[in-house]
């Protein structure tokens, strides 16, 4: 993607088994264009993906769009597929420790 594309999330709406995410491209030579990504409600009541990360993930595939499509993809709406929202999920899940203090060692008295 060009340093002359600017994106902006615009919003989201409920429609039908999904969400969908809306973003504006504009162009250096002043051309906008309108995208909308899905996200099927089934990925955040099983907890594939949660609520707030919906733009993101949207953002980053709109980018992968961009990029392979030389910044003029022929699609203005995209669905996020299986593979993309488990590819999110282990790329942004943190690996916690089991316990986040270890426990102060036992003292005779």
């Known amino acids: 993607m060009r340093d002359s594309i600017t994106m902006q999330y615009l919003g989201f709406q409920t429609i039908g088994p999904g969400r969908d995410y809306a973003f504006q491209v504009r162009y250096a030579a002043g051309d906008v264009r309108d995208f909308t990504l899905t996200i099927l409600n089934e ?19 709109l980018r992968r769009e961009l990029v392979a499509s030389a910044d003029h993809p022929s699609d203005t709406h995209f669905a996020i597929s299986d593979g993309e929202l488990d590819d999110y999920k282990v790329g942004h899940t943190s690996k916690s420790s089991n316990k986040l203090y270890k426990p102060k060692p036992k003292q005779d008295y």
């Open 43 to 61: 990925a955040f009541t099983s907890h594939r993906v949660r609520y707030q990360d919906g733009p993101d993930l949207c953002s980053l595939k």
